[in-house]
């Protein structure tokens, strides 16, 4: 793809694209193999040494998972991007990649269940400190750098509340106190296509591939993205001696096939889920609505100042508590219990129990995750359906 400005649906399907030549095939075929032959052992040797380029072997990369690469770097506006198995071998695969023993790292305490799990039961078994805070509050970041500070993470949105974080003073404050120190957003709940981290001052940014950028409901993926020389080392150490956790080229061809739709879909979602969180907002049946295109959101602001749109997740508090949550869920027709989210098919699901299982009861109260809380990924169905299964919901608990 030749030209820069093309708008994010042509790159969506142009991007990264690689003629082939063999056979003119217009879709990116499956190169489903693990090795790559050399024609002789010194080809081997200079493609070992990083003196000519060319394929190894699909831990290291593969044709078809290239150019899904170069599609979501040019989507996320990052120099390069690597694919990998999971959302959470992207996790693991880049604190891998910037941590050691004695480092020290400052995460929001709300994240997505196993990230949290990850950090606050994996990583400091290894010798790094892990601090939880707030980050929409400046001021805790401030109170909580130290001079040993490897990395700041955040989610925003924050699963399982839409919690927002501001990417821009967050990143400022943070490289005003040391410029090597890697700020990292996790972007699954914006995607690409409603908000770029890098571009609000950000260093790397993680997916979970699974959710929108695939949209299909039908594979498990993750991506790393930031400056090249990071993303080499990401792949090169994280991924290929630490994680080994590779993208197939199955899944990375399923993605491809996915993107092509992806500024549709993403459309259709936050359309959706506009007017599912507007619908919710006035039930008298909800306490609280969490979505961040809603005025009465409290990062609403933010949220217009560095999102296109708001996405498809909305989460909401159920009047009565968990019995009457759980009850909702169990009533319904349409939408499926289930977790994942940024599928076609509405997915609801109840945090406490499920997506957030890793957190004791009082880290959920510290993060106002309340047992009445629920979460819906507003699929691609017609609205109006979705909403009618929600008040047939509604009606079982009178
Ligand atoms: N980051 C976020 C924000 C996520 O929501 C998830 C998964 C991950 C990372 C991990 O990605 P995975 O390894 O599953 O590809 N979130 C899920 C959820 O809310 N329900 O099920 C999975």
Known sequence: MENKNYGFGTKAIHAGNKKDKTYQALTMPIYQTSTFYFNDCEEGGRKFAGEEEGYIYTRLGNPT???LEQKVAALEGAEDCVAVASGIGAVSSIFWTMCKAG????????????TFAYLNHGLTRYGVEVSFIDTSNLDEIKKALKPNTAAVYLETPANPNLKIANITAVSELVHNYKKEIMVVCDNTFAT???QNPLKLGADAVIHSGTKYLNGHGDVIAGFVLGKKDFINQVRLFGLKDMTGAVMGPFEAFLILRGLKTFELRMDRHCDN???IANYLEQHPMVDKVFYPGLKSFEGYEIAQKQMRKFGGIVAFEVKGGRAEGIKLLNSLKLCTIAVSLGDAETLIEHPASMTHSPYSSEELKEQGISESLVRISVGLENVEDIIADLEYGFSCLK
């Open 103 to 114: 480092d020290h790292v400052i995460a929001d305490g709300t994240l997505y269940g196993c």
């Open 65 to 67: 998972t290239s150019v």
């Open 192 to 194: 690409p296509y409603l």
């Open 273 to 275: 889920a506009m007017k």
